[in-house]
């Protein structure tokens, strides 16, 4: 099963839109995942024309997508359990307090940084795809792309170029 996560796309806003990179990534995709601030629910609604999407709702997010999404949710998908949420807090102990708010899952996503990160905590990913539209003090802008075979996930970082 391939899984393309992203988050902070913060759209719509002016003439920015998904970078062509990451729109065949996500038309790719089993599912896709979005951790927080779409920004609008037809956005969404838009992304989730290109495959089925699970998401959270941002600190961004208009008040009716807020509404619809939750803050905290946990995805099974092929075997193993994502969880995700949008704020993960102060980036001192993140990944451990990240572990303890999703004990039974095999990774866990965030966003609101737009800084990607890839690493592994007691055997559990901690995962946080950047943001596709906007980099801010990451060095390019990212998304990720996660296979699952076998109950096991293989993370990808996609970059995309300025």
């Known amino acids: 099963m391939r899984i ?11 003439a920015r839109r998904l970078p062509p990179t990451c729109l065949d990534e996500l038309a790719r995709a089993d599912l896709i ?12 609604d838009e992304i989730a024309k290109l ?10 997010d208009e008040a009716a997508l807020s509404a619809r999404l939750p803050e905290r949710t946990v995805v099974e998908a092929a075997g193993v359990r994502i969880g995700m949420v949008h704020i993960a807090g102060p ?18 996503v965030y966003g609101h940084t737009h800084i990607p990160q890839v690493d592994r905590l007691d055997g559990r990913w901690i995962l ?15 998304m990720l792309r996660l296979e699952v075979r076998s109950r096991a996930i293989d993370p990808s970082l996609v970059t995309f170029p300025a």
């Open 51 to 60: 495959a089925p999407v699970e998401a959270v709702h941002g600190n961004m």
């Open 4 to 14: 393309a996560v992203i988050a902070d796309t913060h759209l719509p806003r002016g």
């Open 91 to 108: 980036a001192s102990r993140r990944a451990e307090r990240l572990a303890g708010w999703f004990p039974e899952c095999d990774a866990i």
């Open 128 to 142: 946080n795809p950047g943001s596709p539209t906007e980099r801010r003090r990451a060095p390019a802008r990212a």
């Open 33 to 44: 995942l979005h951790a927080g601030d779409v920004v609008t629910a037809e956005a969404l």
